[in-house]
């Protein structure tokens, strides 16, 4: 191919690419001051706030009682910079005449909030050690359990939700969701201590409501039925459509929740079980059991 053809079909192939019709609902286009909100600095926000809410365990691990409020007004002032910076890189989206005047008090609102996050992610800890006999103490499961991470940007996330921030949330929790394999929608609501033993292939919709004291297990799904249609055949977005989950509920191993059903309070679902119907408080869900099988004997056919 000579060099005139390469160029040629090189060209050609640009300016496909280019062709709007071609790109519809596939291209962000920027707008001056509103880049797109930065993974590495998202990732940073989250280490930080991770040794923020349990210092010594992540971040920087000299940390002792007298350099304690040095190193958190450390954190919080880099954090109030990137989440600023990163929350007005999300509004972008969603509006047009965002300042960072605006951001900023989104980002201080959230800071302020981290105390409330640490008390409900210290009742997830507890819930996640009082629930597996094999942890030895709270070092283990703030360390080495990927539900304390998951949980973690989850309630992150879900105040950044509930205080209006488009996009950052879901990519939060998506971060989470590589790292540890647990999928929780931040617009998902979860109580007090919530916990998730091996945590892996777990996926909690977007309109799921859990109760205190909740715990599941791998390979449990929390999800929607078929979603209803409009007129056009397009799926209704924003109604309810998975599972309620009401206080001391246990979900075990792979068992599939669907629809906007109510799992009543003290209810227990055994693993790889199918439910799409509402149970009664204190209700056991288990598989029917088999009768067991028979060897034949000889004696069975008529002594042939």
């Known amino acids: 191919m000579s060099t005139d053809t390469l160029n040629a079909r090189l060209g050609a192939t640009i300016r496909e690419l280019s062709d709007s019709s071609s790109l519809k609902g596939l291209f962000h286009e920027h707008r001056d001051g509103y880049p797109m909100p930065s993974g590495p600095k998202l990732s940073e926000i989250i280490d930080l706030c991770r040794a923020i809410l349990f210092p010594g365990y992540y971040g920087n691990s000299i940390v002792n009682s007298h350099t304690l409020q040095y190193h958190i007004g450390v954190g919080v002032e880099r954090l109030f910079g990137l989440l600023s910076e990163q929350i007005r890189a999300g509004l972008g989206f969603d509006c047009d005449h965002c300042t960072m005047a605006h951001a900023q008090e989104i980002a201080g609102r959230f800071i302020t909030r981290l105390p409330h996050l640490r ?79 091996h945590g892996t292939g777990v996926v909690i919709g977007a309109t799921c409501v859990i109760g205190n004291n ?27 459509r998975h599972p309620i989950l009401e206080d001391n509920v246990i979900v075990y191993s792979n068992a599939t929740i669907l629809g906007r059903i109510t799992l009543a309070h003290d209810t227990v679902v055994g693993g790889n079980l199918w439910v799409t119907e509402s149970t009664q408080p204190g209700e056991h869900l288990v598989q029917a059991k088999k009768r067991k099988s028979h060897l034949m004997r000889p004696e069975d056919f008529g002594g042939l």
Do not use: W
Request: aromatic share 6%.
């Open 214 to 240: 909740v715990k599941l297990y791998q390979g449990v799904t929390l999800g929607a039925k078929s979603f209803p249609l409009d007129e056009n055949g397009n799926p209704i977005k924003g109604i309810p």
């Open 119 to 197: 008390q409900v992610l210290a009742t997830d800890v507890e819930a996640a050690f009082n629930g597996d006999p094999a942890a030895e103490d709270y070092n283990e499961i703030i360390s080495c359990y990927p539900v304390i991470k998951a949980i973690t940007n989850y309630r992150i996330a879900h105040e950044l939700l509930v205080m209006g921030v488009p996009l950052i949330p879901r990519i939060i929790t998506e971060m989470a969701h590589s790292e540890t394999g647990i999928d929780i929608h931040p617009a998902a609501q979860i109580g007090h201590h919530f916990t998730i033993d």
